[in-house]
């Protein structure tokens, strides 16, 4: 079996382990210790290792670039379906979902999958691309989320000046943040994983492997999807996947990029699934929601890891199909096709579902109707 292939499975099996779980771990505060360890510990451990170890080369600038046009695409095209889908709007289900569908984690769903198929050199522009994904659910989710929870509390009482400190400050005060600024700052000076003391890279190098397994676990001891939440959420990602071989289209088209490895590098990377880091905003969040009383939600905890759950599994699946299908796929009629099929399955569940609410409405005129005769029968008799 491909080694990759096997990471896979392994992934999808500690997310196994993370479900037999729950049988033992039930309190929320277990729960909330784990999240605990991944956001101060392992998460910003494993950012500030992949910043340190970027190579920037001028001649790839461009996929940065790339990269947050399509993050910005996402976030501001997907909403529009959310109500469609059965995702009320404004509702904190619709605010969840746009922080996490316009989301990439091609750390641990194309990366491999890319190394084997394409090689190194295609490796190393996905790693350049995924500077600009960084910047975006780092910084740009971030201050979303916050603008978000100001609204939602109704906190208009503050100036402008007042909620820019407020959002600084709770800004400086997540480690996330603190060893993002750490390693932009070592790398404007020319320090990288090589140049700093063994102490501290061995002990960061060890904290975060603990990333990969913690979050997998996580997902797997959170998720708790309903029936009908996994059909929308399923809808939603296949309607992103659609999309995102569409607007691929385009940019190959718009480029003429004729490579056929550059089509493929460029529907795996797009085709990741949803990054744990917004989640990191949503948790931080609603951390602050909980110590007022009576606050209104702006986020869905729940939704945002059944979200993660599922696009994992289901990008992984797409991303290998095409990887395997190689140059058969590349070609930009069987792309349209292929953009087609995900877009009219994603539409499935939402369409049969509004067909089912307009049969069952315009059948209760009928069943009324018919309930006025019995009755009016009944009157007549008496």
């Known amino acids: 079996m491909d080694v990759n292939v096997q990471k896979t499975l392994l992934f999808l099996l500690f997310i196994g382990l993370g479900l037999l779980l729950k049988l033992k ?8 210790g784990i999240k605990m360890i991944i956001l101060n510990l392992a998460l910003p451990a494993t950012i500030f290792i992949a910043l340190l170890s970027v190579n920037v080369e001028v001649s790839l600038l461009v996929l940065p670039g790339i990269a947050l046009v399509l993050n910005f695409f996402l976030f501001l095209v997907t909403p529009f379906l959310f109500p469609f889908i059965g995702i009320k709007k404004d509702s904190p289900n619709y605010r969840t979902a746009q922080m996490l569908i316009p989301s990439l984690a091609p750390g ?10 394409l090689g190194e050199g295609f490796l190393a522009k996905a790693a350049m691309a995924d500077l600009g994904n960084k910047l ?25 000046g007042a909620k820019f400190k407020s959002l600084c400050m709770a800004m400086v005060s997540e480690p996330v943040n603190l060893f993002i600024a750490a390693a932009l700052i070592l790398l404007f000076l020319g320090i990288n994983m090589n140049s700093i003391p063994f102490l501290f ?23 708790n999807i309903k029936k009908r939440q996994f059909a929308e959420i399923i809808s939603l990602l296949l309607v992103r996947a659609g999309i995102v071989v569409f607007l691929a289209i385009g940019l ?18 797009g085709l990741s699934a949803c990054s744990f880091w917004p989640f990191t905003h949503i948790a931080a969040v609603d951390a ?43 070609d930009l009629y069987t792309l349209v096709i292929l953009a087609l099929g995900l877009l009219g399955c994603g539409l499935i569940y939402p369409l049969f579902t509004k067909f089912n609410q307009k049969k069952n409405t315009e059948e209760l ?7 006025q005769l019995y009755n009016l029968k009944r009157v007549s008799e008496n």
């Not at 194309?110 to 198929?117: K, Q, R, S, T």
């Not at 060890?206 to 979050?215: A, E």
């Open 108 to 117: 641990l769903s194309c990366f491999p999958f890319i190394l084997e198929y």
């Open 252 to 269: 190959i088209v718009f480029a003429d990029i004729g490579i056929a490895e550059d089509r493929l590098l460029l529907l795996a990377f």
């Open 25 to 32: 771990i039930k309190e929320k505060k277990e729960l909330a």
């Open 288 to 330: 602050q929601e909980k110590r007022v009383l009576n606050s209104r939600k702006t986020f869905n905890q729940n939704f945002a890891i059944n979200i993660l759950a599922l696009s994992f599994p289901l990008s992984v699946v797409l991303i290998l199909g095409i990887l395997s299908a190689g140059n058969q796929i590349a």
């Open 201 to 223: 890279s061995e002990s960061l190098s060890r904290l975060s492997l603990l990333m990969t397994p913690l979050v997998l676990l996580f997902i797997g001891l959170s998720v």
């Open 136 to 160: 975006f659910v780092l910084l740009i989710l971030y201050l979303v989320a916050m603008n978000w929870h100001y609204k939602t509390q109704n906190i208009t009482n503050r100036s402008t």
């Open 365 to 371: 005129p009928n069943v009324t109707e018919a309930e």
